[in-house]
């Protein structure tokens, strides 16, 4: 099953607007990350955000993370065309004893239209 | 360095026969993961593998295997291929199980 999942699906905003998509999670994690998908290619990782921090910045980038609410966001400040693409968050799970199930487990994205 | 590559990039198959995907890495990466890409589904990790010689399943690892024999490659094999089994695959490595994945360009299977 999916562990994160992010929201809206679909999101389409103006050259020069913030865009902000929301991943929640079902289980306590040891980290999470953001990843961007253009169309027809791979994932290129984005920010990674550790369960012990609860903001990160990253040029036009920022993420946030609640553990107690077991959701992150990722806010993209004066977007501009070429930030089209799909968003992904990935979580791995933490076992009981702390360590990793060394599974990182991806959301379904959120599709960012940004028109120009 | 070429990072991660994957090939082939497209291919088709019939149903029943069985190929093998090819995953490369130059970065020295001990872990190494397999997805499949359906549309509204996400990323699926497939296999997965913490360094040569140990490898472990995911979350739809039927009708796949996989071997690491050597750091640098990770193959995927399709045992008898399955319509069900039409999706995009990807590679990715990373230097350790929680870091930043670095992703191959993919291969578009297709069954028929």
């Known amino acids: 099953s999916q562990q994160g999942e992010e929201d809206p699906q679909a999101l389409s905003i103006q050259e020069g607007e913030n865009a902000t998509m929301n991943c929640s999670y079902k289980t306590s994690i040891n980290n999470l990350q953001w990843y961007r998908q253009n169309s027809g290619r791979g994932l290129v990782h984005l920010i990674l955000i550790r369960s012990n921090e609860r903001e990160k910045h990253s040029g036009r980038l920022r993420v946030t993370l609640d553990t107690s609410k077991k959701s992150s966001s990722l806010l993209i400040t004066a977007s501009r065309a070429a930030d089209t693409a799909s968003y992904f968050c990935?979580?791995?799970?933490?076992?009981?004893?702390?360590?990793?199930?060394?599974?990182?487990?991806f959301g379904k994205g959120t599709l960012l239209t940004v028109n120009p | 360095n070429a990072g991660v590559t994957q090939t082939p990039k497209f291919q088709v198959l019939k149903t029943g026969q069985s190929m093998t995907l090819q995953c490369a890495q130059d970065m020295n990466h001990e872990y190494m993961s397999w997805y499949r890409q359906d549309p509204g589904m996400g990323l699926r990790l497939i296999h997965y593998s913490v360094g040569a010689g140990i490898t472990d399943q995911g979350e739809v690892p039927n009708g796949y295997n996989v071997s690491r024999s050597t750091t640098e490659d990770f193959p995927l094999r399709l045992l008898s291929a399955a319509p069900s089994q039409t999706s995009v695959y990807f590679c990715?490595?990373?230097?350790?199980?929680?870091?930043?994945?670095?992703f191959g360009p993919g291969t578009r299977l297709t069954v028929t």
């Open positions: 990935a979580t791995d799970a933490k076992r009981e004893s702390g360590g990793s199930n060394y599974k990182l487990t």
């Open positions: 990715a490595s990373s230097g350790g199980p929680l870091g930043e994945q670095y």
